[in-house]
């Protein structure tokens, strides 16, 4: 997120995403562990319709940002996950995921998978 246009975005681009097993079981184990306060605070945000629904709409960013999914870390940077605010950041050949995802955040996995 420090090279790309994030702020204001509003999550536009955070969705969808897929998972893989790995990232599943990191994304449970870091839910768990945070504050009850801020996971309600997360969960109960409304966002635009297929938005992850890790994305932190009051904060504006991504609200698992360390264990945030492959895809995640390659966007912006790969010519087939381009960031419309920033292009040229895209320098990297097709992004190509090192293994096949196990479903789809917000569609396949939703809060109640991980409380």
């Not at 605070?41 to 932190?56: A, P, V």
């Not at 381009?82 to 097709?94: H, Q, S």
Request: proline share 6%; with cysteine; aromatic share 8%.
């Amino acid at each position: 997120m420090e090279t790309l246009p994030c702020k204001g975005c509003k999550g536009m681009c955070c969705g969808p995403v897929p998972i893989t097993e790995a990232e599943l079981k990191r994304i449970k184990k870091k839910v768990k562990a945070m504050p009850l306060k801020k996971r309600l605070e997360l969960e109960k945000q409304q966002r635009f319709f297929g938005t992850c629904i890790f994305y932190d709409e009051v904060n504006d960013r991504c609200g698992i940002h360390s264990v945030r999914p492959s895809i995640c870390r390659a966007f912006g940077h790969h010519q087939n996950l381009v960031c419309f605010r920033e292009p040229k950041l895209a320098i990297k050949d097709n992004y190509i995921a090192d293994e096949k995802p196990v479903g789809i955040l917000s569609v396949d996995f939703t809060w109640r998978d991980f409380t």
